[in-house]
């Protein structure tokens, strides 16, 4: 598919399921973008997979990493190891940690969904700033989507919408190559 056709997709995409969300949603995007990736690899299904990111609010996820994980995920990113050089020099964890536990979901295990939700910042390395409002941001989107969910036939929606495009024949590309193309097209609609 031509990227012209993908940006129309994606607009259509918008329309049906933005119907089901306030104007200026935080989680529409990355409910899109987090959907058709899950449906390119076919993990299941796609409404278990977007409600499960709320895991990453709970401290205990990511809390049993030892140390020297928590080290090295900061020392082998050169993005963060700039941004937190102080830290990672003192070994201050009570900086690390918290961070860890924002970051290492978005940059280590590559949620497709945080990773739309906090685009602007990873687009900008504005780590510290996803850091703060990693809460309070998944909150809210989740919170919007527990609302649209609430709605009739918005979960069928986003699976239509899956289901159109890997009739698309996305199928036959990589999960990196959708989550690249998918990228370039959503910051031209």
């Known amino acids: 598919m031509d990227e012209k056709k993908l940006v129309a997709f994606l607009k259509q995409s918008r329309e049906i399921i933005g119907d089901f969300f306030t104007a200026g949603s935080l989680a529409l995007l990355p409910v899109i973008f987090s959907s058709l990736v ?5 993990r299941g299904e796609v409404k278990k997979k977007i409600l499960e990111v709320k895991v990453w609010l709970e401290p205990e996820t990511l809390k049993n990493k030892p140390a020297e994980f928590v080290l090295d995920f ?16 003192n070994r201050d964890f009570r900086v690390l940690r918290p961070a860890f536990r ?43 989507i527990r609302a649209a969910g609430k709605r009739e036939n918005f979960w069928k929606a986003v699976d239509r919408v899956c289901g159109e495009f890997l009739n698309l024949g996305w199928t036959l590309l990589t999960e990196d190559e959708v989550r690249e193309l998918l990228k370039k097209a959503m910051e031209k609609m």
């Open 102 to 144: 924002a970051l290492y979901p978005v940059l280590g295990l590559q949620d497709p969904f945080l990773e739309k939700l906090f685009s602007s910042e990873l687009k900008n390395h504005d780590y510290r700033r996803l850091v703060a409002e990693f809460r309070t941001r998944l909150e809210s989107a989740l919170s919007e």
């Open 74 to 89: 900061f020392e082998n990113n050169p993005e963060l190891r700039a941004a937190y050089e102080d830290e990672i020099r």
């Open 38 to 42: 899950w449906a390119v690899n076919r």
